[in-house]
């Protein structure tokens, strides 16, 4: 059954919700959709609250005092809600009534308190999960309440397997709940929801990778048979670098779905990579617009050709540098590569780059301190093992002898490579410019 109207799904990350100016900003957006068009926006958390969450989990797992941190968290978003809510009645604890029964904002605070306080030793990423999410719900609770949209709980609908922190996420199951609960709401208001969420089978929540909303809005949109989906970010649209990193870039006004496949692969940070597949599988187009300049062009990401795209420039951080020598310094076979491909993804830790020469194999990945030290134990018996952190993976897409100039200059190539569209370099962290 397809909707007779055309859905729009909206995404906004945690800039455009970072406090309540940003909300009331979002809100103005949200009333610039016609009326009476079904519409469903997809949110994360507020600001840097993902990473403070993170860092009130890792607290609470080792077993440290979370205390402050939790309250300065609570206070944050109390004091968010309570400036768009100023009429909403107060509780005992002075929190504005934001949002219904579970889902209410005090609520909300509560359980997460609970479960900080439930947190046990093992199970780092299960229990991460459990935890983390709470930023998606937060954020949503009070945006809902601010625009008047309908609060939805996205974990019994996107369903995913127990891959932890990164799961995987059941279309077949998925589709059918959508279309069975969702679709009957389009239409009549708009209907918010939590980006980065899903749940297993067994109604565990599980997360789908770091920045992973954009997904979620494309996954909803597939799944949903959406006309569009646009991203709302602090930037003009998609940019041939990231202005906090490169000076003077440039917009491409359009995009084909595969050089932006590519870009996000890479590590540029505008857009989650796995976002684009579901969208280019069902032709839905992508835009990623200002949400500070709502009526400018933007990029639009869809099925188009073009040729002679100006160079893009991609950095990821926090990369570690791993190399392997097989202890009996035989030759990197393919039974050596098997061994340790096999171990890379039993630890989920993913390849940025690899090179391999006689007798060794590296490979630079992002630094996950606790999956590199595993690594290091499982394959330390047959290979000699080293690793440098505090690195940065530099691409150039559709490269230029001047680009590749200009970026390196000056720097020490740890490991460096040249495909016909790509340069990539492995460099220590540059410090700072003050
Ligand atoms: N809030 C999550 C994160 O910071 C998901 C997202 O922002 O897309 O990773
Ligand atoms: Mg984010």
Redesign the pocket.
Known sequence: MQHPLPLSVYKF??ASVKDAAAIRNLHGILQQHPAGQPLIVVV??MGK???ALEQLFHLAHSGQDYRQPLEALRRFHADVAAELLPQAPRDEQGLPACGAGEASLAALLQQLGDRLGAVSKGEYDRQYDQIVSY??LLATCIVAAATGARWLDVRPLIRTDHAWREARVDWATTERHLREQVLPLLGQGVVLTQ??LGGTSSGQTT?L??????Y?AAILAYCLGASSVTIWKDVAGLLNADPKIFPNPVRYPEISYQETIEMAYYGASVI?PKTIKPLAVRGIPLYVKSFLDPGAAGTCIHDCKHAGLVPAFIRKTDQCLISFEARDLTFISEENLEVIFGALAQLRLKINLMQNSAISFSVCTDWHEYRVRKLLEALREQFTIYYNTGLELYTIKNYTPEAIRELTQGRELLLEQRTRQTFQFVSRTTPPSS
């Open positions: 990350g945690g994360s958390a609250t993902t990473n930023g998606e980006g980065f997360t990778g770091r920045e992973g909303s954009d979620t989650h």
